[in-house]
Structures are given as structure tokens and as C-alpha cells.
């Protein structure tokens, strides 16, 4: 007899309890990948002396893992289709702690960087599957919405949780307990999903359907650039090397396009990004996560290097940061139903912008009250009042049949960029750096001078990458509010809140 056949009734609404300890699960699970991509930036400057790791590669403990993640997202979203929703958390959930105790054991800069990416692969199983169970197991319009609301504020603190534990790991214990830290709560959460989340059948569709060739071909391309980029630093833009890697890449790209316009059933169908205001919001997301964890890494290494910041201090610095990421999101969701998304994108990122091109005034002398903290407030604003726009227009126009991949593209574009634009701005900073050592050999304190030098052509290009996303809004996005209204009410939102 057929698993059709023998395929159980809709299964009774779970228990008040049950469904309240199914929320702590999947927020627990979302709080870790949100967690994951800040925890180690303010570790990271212990991380690289312990295990000798240079200044043009230090970027790879980031770039590694949101690298992963957001290539392979829109792959693990139809792989819990494939294997079953609690199946692939569950797999998400013990692999993510499993690549997590090797990172935190991690005996060279190569152990380390495999780590993060198996961590980044795993939180892409996880993700999709987590957002999934969220939506089955609160079917009631209340009681999803609540539940929706609390895995939103979840993703929006875990970036500011996760700068500020990092600080207190790495200073009370050590570096290596920002990694394994989640251990213990992945396995628990794993165990306790096994336990309390309702079994599903898998879609019962061949792994062949799956886009398996674009997956690898997008993987491999980026890879190959953000190594590019990287080998840069050290080998020179016009290496043979650098310039095979770039040309590889740009060659991959071009296959994975290729390979999507033929395949049954794309990974990335092309119709979801030729949209005109959908197109506008991706380009805009990929560069505004190009220039947001570099401003990070800057930012630490500015704390701890020249302001001689502990690493506690340090994740309590960022939070005005994360701070004013949320009241300009508050305030843009009021705002967005009676101006449409455009002005809102168009002076949130210029606001942005203007606040990164704030930090290029820093030098060896600036402090935190006059130098940094206003930068902070003004481009925080800006990205918060920025982001609530730019994730409602991916979703203008689209087909249902799509929408999920279309809300993942906001996710993805922003880790995607976060790994090119890290590795491209640490790759110009450390090379200004070396430059400006050997035009200015005697010049006092130069050992600070020298890299605060290359932080601030990091932020120069940073506020050129956002106030190229606003110009792109500006041009490309046309949508009107009757327009964002329809797009919401369909949206399967991947990630509440944006890369902080």
C-alpha cells in the first residue's frame, strides 16, 4: 500500500504549552544564525593574534560564513521540502553544532575558516526549515502574528546581542567560547525539536528537480571572487593570480545565468529579479551588505586598536548602532503606507550614507562621544528607516509560486554582499595601510596612524557603496503604496531584520 494511502489525518492543534515551547525552539534557532554573523567581529582581533592570522585574511572568519549562508539559503528553503521541514531543522541544528565545537577548537587560520563555513552551509538548512514550522505550527491569523512578532524582535536584537556576548565571552573566558557557545543550545534545541515539533512528509520530489548545478556553479563563482578580491591584498590587482580568480568568477556567473535560463526548475528564476522596482530593491541590498560588516570590522578594530577599547567595551559600543537600526525601522513601518517605499529608501540610504562618510573624519585623537557616536546615530537611523522598504518592494508584483524566493533575495543579497564587500574593503584597507608606512616612515605613533588611515578609506568606499544603493532606488523603484500594500499581505518574510 502507497505512504498516499496510509498518510495520516491532519493532525489536532497542538496544546497552548507545546505551541509556546515550539516558538522558543525556532527563536532559538533564529537567534543563533542572526547571532553568528556579529558574535565573532568583536572577537576577532583576539581570534587573529592567537592563530596568526593576517590582516588581508582576517575578513575570511566573516566572509566564510555569510558566504555560505546566503549562497545556499534558497537551496536549503527546497531541500526542507525535499527531506521534511523538522528533518532538516533538526540536520541544521546538529551540524551548526557540530562546525561550531571545530571552530571553537579550531588549531589554524584554515580549521577556523572551514569551521564558519560549515556553520554558514548548516544555518542555510536551518533557516528555511525554522520559518516553515513557524508558519505550520501557528495557523490562526492572531496567534501567528504574535508568534511572527516575537521571531522579528528576535532577528532584530541578535545582531546587537550578539557584539555585546561576544565582548563578554571574549574577555571573561576567551574567543573561542563565542563559537562554542552555541553547542549546547543547538543540541538542546534539537533534541527538544525532535520532541515537541509535529513529523511532515517530505514533497515526495526527485532530488533531480532540484537545482543542484545552479547551487554549485553560484557557490563556486562567489567564492572564486571574494578569493579574488581577497588575493588581492597581497598578490596585487593585476597578479595573474587575482586576475584568473576575477576572471573565473566572472566566468561562473556567467554560467550560472546560463544554467537558469534552461533549468525545469531554477534556483533563482530569472523573472523574479527583471522586475524593475524588484530589481531596484535586490541591487540596493547587495550593496548596502556589501558596506555594513566591513564598517564593522573597521569599527572594532578602532575600538580595540586605537582606543584601546576591551572587548566588553567594545560590543557596548555598537549598541547605539543597533539602537537606532530599530527606531528607524519603527518609524519607517508607520511611515511606509502613506508615502510608498521610494522616499523612504531614497533618504534613509542617503542618510546612511551620509553617516559613514561621517567617520571618515576620524583619526589617532578622535573619541568615542565626538568622533564615533553621532556617525553611529545618523547612519543607523538611515539603514533601519532604509530596510523596512527595501524588504516590502522585493515582493511587489511577484508570482505567489515565487514569493518565497523572492523574500530570501533580500536575506541572500545582503550576505552575499556582506562577503564581497568585506573582503573588498579589508583588501583596500590593508593595502592603504602598507602605503601610507612606507610614505610616512617617521612619522609619530605611526603603528596607529597607519591603519586608522586604511579604516577611513574603508568608510569612504562604504559611504559610496549606500549612496550608490539610494541612487538605484531613486532610478529603479516605482512602486506606490496601494502597491507595497498587496506585496505585504503575501509576503513569507525569510529574515525579519537586517544584517546589524
Keep these: ?21 515550539a516558538l522558543v525552539i525556532i527563536a532559538a534557532a533564529q537567534l543563533m544564525i542572526v547571532l553568528d554573523a556579529s558574535v565573532v567581529v ?83 538548512a536551518m533557516a528555511p526549515a525554522a520559518l516553515s514550522l513557524l508558519t505550520t505550527t501557528f495557523t490562526e491569523a492572531r496567534e501567528r502574528a504574535r508568534a511572527f512578532g516575537v521571531y522579528g524582535a528576535v532577528a532584530g536584537s541578535g545582531a546587537a546581542l550578539g557584539l555585546v556576548l561576544g565582548g563578554m565571552l571574549t574577555q571573561f573566558a576567551s574567543w573561542r567560547w563565542t563559537l562554542l557557545v552555541n553547542v549546547p543550545i543547538a543540541i538542546l534545541a534539537a533534541v527538544s525539536a525532535r520532541r515537541v515539533l509535529p513529523a511532515d512528509h517530505a514533497a515526495g520530489r526527485r532530488q533531480g528537480q532540484y537545482d543542484l548545478a545552479g547551487a554549485v556553479t553560484a557557490t563556486g563563482s562567489l567564492f572564486l571572487l571574494v578569493l579574488g578580491f581577497s588575493t588581492a591584498g597581497t598578490s596585487g590587482w593585476g597578479s595573474p593570480l587575482t586576475v584568473g580568480l576575477l576572471a573565473g568568477a566572472a566566468a561562473g556567473l556567467a554560467l550560472f545565468v546560463w544554467i ?63 539602537a537606532g537600526v530599530i527606531l528607524g525601522a519603527s518609524a ?63 515582493l511587489i508584483g511577484v508570482d505567489p509560486a515565487n514569493a518565497g524566493v523572492a523574500s530570501a533575495l533580500v536575506n541572500t543579497t545582503q550576505q552575499v554582499g556582506s562577503s564581497l564587500g568585506t573582503a573588498l574593503l579589508n583588501t583596500l584597507a590593508a593595502n592603504a595601510a602598507a602605503a601610507f608606512v612606507v610614505a610616512h616612515p617617521h612619522l609619530p605613533d605611526l603603528a596607529r596612524a597607519a591603519p586608522v588611515h586604511g579604516y577611513v578609506l574603508g568608510f569612504c568606499v562604504s559611504a559610496g557603496l549606500v549612496l550608490a544603493a539610494a541612487t538605484m532606488a531613486w532610478a529603479m523603484v516605482r512602486a506606490r503604496r496601494t502597491d507595497v500594500a498587496s506585496a505585504t499581505a503575501a509576503a513569507v518574510p525569510l529574515e525579519a531584520a537586517p544584517s546589524t
Excluded at 543607523?380 to 523596512?388: D, E, K, N, R, Y
Design 1 to 21: 500500500m502507497t505512504d498516499l494511502a496510509l498518510a495520516p489525518r491532519a493532525p489536532a492543534p497542538a496544546p497552548r504549552q507545546a505551541k509556546l515551547l
Design 42 to 124: 568583536v572577537a576577532l582581533p583576539s581570534a587573529q593574534h592567537a592563530l596568526h592570522i593576517s590582516v588581508a585574511d582576517r575578513q575570511w572568519v566573516m566572509t566564510s560564513y555569510t558566504l555560505a549562508f546566503g549562497t545556499l539559503l534558497l537551496l536549503g528553503g527546497r531541500i526542507a521540502d525535499y527531506v521534511g521541514r523538522r528533518r532538516a531543522f533538526v540536520i541544521g541544528l546538529l551540524g551548526f553544532a557540530g562546525s561550531s565545537a571545530l571552530g571553537g577548537l579550531a588549531q589554524s587560520a584554515a580549521m577556523l575558516f572551514g569551521a564558519r563555513a560549515l556553520q554558514g552551509a548548516f544555518a542555510a
Design 260 to 322: 537558469e535560463l534552461r533549468s525545469k526548475n531554477p534556483l533563482l528564476p530569472v523573472q523574479v529579479v527583471l522586475d524593475r522596482n524588484r530589481g531596484g530593491s535586490f541591487l540596493a541590498s547587495l550593496f548596502v551588505g556589501s558596506a555594513m560588516l566591513g564598517t564593522f570590522l573597521f569599527l572594532t578594530y578602532f575600538f580595540q586598536g586605537t582606543l584601546h577599547y576591551s572587548a566588553l567595551t567594545t560590543g557596548f559600543a555598537f549598541l547605539p548602532m543597533s
Design 332 to 394: 519607517s513601518s508607520r511611515l511606509l503606507p502613506r508615502t510608498g517605499p521610494r522616499p523612504l529608501m531614497v533618504v534613509g540610504l542617503a542618510l546612511a550614507g551620509a553617516g559613514l562618510a561621517w567617520f571618515i573624519r576620524l583619526h589617532v585623537g578622535s573619541s568615542f562621544v565626538g568622533g564615533v557616536l553621532p556617525a553611529e546615530i545618523v547612519a543607523s537611523l538611515g539603514m533601519g528607516t532604509a530596510f523596512v522598504p527595501m524588504s516590502s518592494t522585493a
